[in-house]
């Protein structure tokens, strides 16, 4: 791949990345690291089996804080704020997306996803 293919794959990558940010964050009246956070417990909660089920596993606060590299109370203020949005359910074992289909409005970066190279 050219240099020149490559930074036409990146750009595409990048507008569609800011342009799910920019939409989910103002559908829900968020701030990036909320948008953030939701797009990574989602990462975390959702697991194909072998026998080609979605299997969905509640994400810890300590799991989240090591993904995201982010300090703990931080991360425990936004969870809050999220789940009274209604878009995360607190259970005994940690957080999960309460709708797949919200996490899933991020799959249009697939389609600007850069080539490897």
């Given amino acids: 791949m050219n240099d020149s293919s490559c930074v036409l794959n990146l750009k595409r990558f990048s507008e569609s990345l800011v342009g799910s940010f920019?939409?989910?964050?103002?559908?829900?009246?968020?701030?990036?690291?909320?948008?953030?956070i939701f797009v990574a417990l989602g990462g975390l909660n959702f697991e194909p089996g072998g026998d080609g089920m979605m299997y969905v596993k509640p994400a810890s606060t300590v799991a989240l804080v090591s993904y995201l590299d982010m300090p703990r109370e931080t991360l425990r203020r936004k969870m809050l704020l999220l789940e009274d949005r209604g878009l995360v359910l607190r259970n005994g074992s940690g957080y999960t997306v309460k709708n797949m289909q919200d996490w899933l409005g991020f799959e249009e970066l697939l389609a600007g996803e850069p080539e490897p190279a």
């Fill in 22 to 36: 920019l939409n989910f964050k103002s559908q829900h009246d968020l701030d990036y690291d909320e948008v953030l």
